[in-house]
């Protein structure tokens, strides 16, 4: 069965430290994976995007890897802040319907 | 950049009354927009994808019956749960697809539904 797994449910980390979050999936093949930023009683907020054919991709603090052989995305928050807690929610791309399939998230806390 | 406006934010109703939601992109238009549902604690569940001037497409399980939408403008997409029943409080989410700039989705505020 098709399958995505973010790598915990909640994840608790110092500030200063870098969190770095996991998204696997089982019996896709998604054209481009992202990650989106989700806070409480709001929609979630884009913030990366990575093709299949690309292997890393940077965006201020934030850098995301995306191993297709291995089947995981690494999303990694450098020098975390405490504004930086929230949920965070990696989605496949499949196909030419431009759907979007999401994992359940991975609640982030950044301790001061 | 773009903005998804979601209206209202928190709608509470009476079993067996129906509720609209509605969905707009204020600076962009939009030909297909994505209903999500979410309950607490899981993930974004697509629900049904929306297209203008069209039928809309749902997803296995999802009740077009119940879950009416109605896409009549490329800047207007609502969502109508009738006959709505405590198992329906959810968290509705709407999006929409950004062909330009970051290509990602840019998604509505939400409407948290809570029926009593």
């Known amino acids: 069965s098709q399958k995505i797994e973010q790598n915990s449910e909640a994840l608790n980390i110092q500030e200063g430290k870098t969190a770095t979050l996991t998204c696997n999936y089982t019996?896709?093949?998604?054209?481009?994976l992202q990650w989106y930023r989700q806070d409480p009683g709001r929609g979630p907020v884009f913030l990366l995007l990575i093709r299949e054919n690309e292997k890393e991709k940077r965006k201020e603090r934030l850098k995301v890897t995306f191993d297709t052989t291995l089947k995981q995305s690494l999303f990694h928050i450098t020098a975390s802040q405490p504004a930086d807690s929230a949920t965070y929610l990696c989605?496949?791309?499949?196909?030419?319907?431009?759907?979007?399939?999401f994992g359940s998230g991975t609640q982030l806390t950044v301790l001061p | 950049g773009a903005v998804v406006s979601q209206h209202p934010s928190r709608v509470i109703c009476k079993s067996g009354t129906s509720v609209k939601i509605e969905c707009r992109s204020l600076d962009f238009q939009a030909t297909t927009m994505f209903w999500y549902r979410q309950f607490p604690k899981q993930s974004l569940m697509l629900m049904a994808t929306s297209n203008e001037g069209s039928k809309a497409t749902y997803e296995q399980g999802v009740e077009k019956d119940k879950f009416l939408i109605n896409h009549a403008s490329l800047t207007l997409s609502t969502l109508t749960v009738t006959s709505a029943h405590p198992e329906d409080s959810s968290f509705y989410i709407c999006?929409?697809?950004?062909?330009?700039?970051?290509?990602?989705?840019?998604f509505g505020s939400g409407t948290r539904l809570t029926v009593v």
């Open positions: 999006s929409v697809l950004l062909l330009r700039g970051h290509f990602g989705y840019t």
């Open positions: 989605a496949l791309g499949i196909g030419s319907a431009r759907q979007l399939t």
């Open positions: 019996n896709y093949s998604p054209a481009y």
